[in-house]
């Protein structure tokens, strides 16, 4: 998060400014075309309940159906490559997170190219991960994990919603920095993992807040620590990594909405200022605050400097840690 927080809103460009351009969809399309955002994960997880907060608004003002396309797998790039290979008329969104964006164009082979092939329009969301382990786990916190997994070491398995996800990030991050071993499950999405966290098939799983607080206030799962710099305002009584004796290994999920690169600037500016309108309703906000997640409006110019240096930095991470796509 640090990295980008000299990136926020300075702009003499407002949304209401912005909301005087002419409607968005779409001068090369027809005008019941629907509006499509694509998801690169199950229906349940995080980036889905995002988007369909999303849709849930841009369908009023834009005045056309905003429907909620989920095409999970490849570390959330088949709904990317879907947006990149769309008509650039604005018809085709992206919710996408750091894992698709950053992370996997340094993994995968992709037919397209995430920085050019895709319009950057606004940052929806910044959620801290968290270790999260079974309700019914004897672990009540790191140490106690910690203790459990060098009695059986390479014995504990940890899921994450995909290879090269933040997920998948944390869990190879914790253990580099720990010292420690375990056995990586991906999954297509977060909330098919959830399953196997809550009947201990799977030991722990390193999940955005996103994903995992419906679980966690549910009861279902027992959060052990937070992986970002400090606590999430709605775990307050769950501690950091850092508080817990372990640095190194913070790791945060962001959501951000692109469109098919080449989208006319009209196009992408008028949503950009439906981003920034939504992102003010305090129904939205309070969704967000709920998930765990932080709001950030950003311009598109700061969002494209974010993406860009998000994508060099788990560049360098991947590297320096030897992930390889399995």
């Known amino acids: 998060m640090k990295r980008f927080l ?23 399309s027809s005008p019941d075309k629907s509006v499509r955002i694509m998801v690169g994960a199950s229906p349940g997880g995080g980036t889905d309940i995002l988007a369909r907060v999303l849709a849930d608004k841009f369908g009023p003002v ?3 159906a905003v429907v909620v396309e989920n095409r999970p797998g490849a570390s959330n790039t088949i709904a990317a490559e879907l947006t990149a290979r769309a008509q650039p008329d604005g018809s085709t ?22 920085l050019k092939d895709l319009q950057p329009i606004g940052l929806v969301a910044v959620m801290p991960n968290v270790l999260v382990v079974s309700a019914n786990a004897p672990y ?33 991050a914790f253990g580099l920095v720990t010292g420690t071993k375990s056995i ?26 996103s994903s995992a607080m419906g679980q966690i206030k549910a009861g279902k799962f027992r959060a052990l620590a937070v992986t970002s710099p400090r606590r999430a305002a ?7 990594l850092a508080e817990q004796g372990i640095t190194g290994a913070d790791v945060s999920t962001w959501y951000g909405l692109f469109a098919t690169g080449g989208t006319p600037r009209p196009m992408a500016d008028r949503l950009n200022a439906e981003l ?26 700061q969002f494209s400097e974010m993406n860009r240096s998000e994508y060099e930095h788990y560049g360098r991470l991947v590297k320096e840690a030897a992930i390889k796509a399995e």
């Open 6 to 28: 000299r990136l926020l809103l300075p702009t003499a460009l407002t949304a209401t400014a912005l909301l005087a351009l002419p409607s968005l969809v779409c001068a090369q």
């Open 184 to 209: 990586h499950i991906p999954y297509k999405g977060s909330s098919q993992a959830h399953i196997d966290i809550i009947s201990g098939e799977v030991d722990m799983m390193f999940d955005s807040t």
């Open 234 to 240: 709605e775990l307050p009584d769950v501690p950091t």
């Open 140 to 172: 009540r916190n790191v140490k106690d994990l910690l203790a459990a997994m060098a009695a059986k070491p390479g014995g504990f398995k940890y899921a994450s919603s995909g290879i090269g996800s933040t997920q998948h990030i944390g869990g190879e």
């Open 276 to 301: 920034l309108a939504a992102l003010k309703m305090p129904d939205v906000q309070a969704r967000i605050k709920g998930l765990g997640g932080e709001i950030t409006p950003m311009t598109i110019e």
């Open 93 to 114: 969104l992206l919710l996408a997170t750091n894992t698709g964006q950053a992370i996997a164009p340094h993994l995968l082979k992709l037919k397209y190219d995430s």
């Open 62 to 64: 834009l005045k056309q």
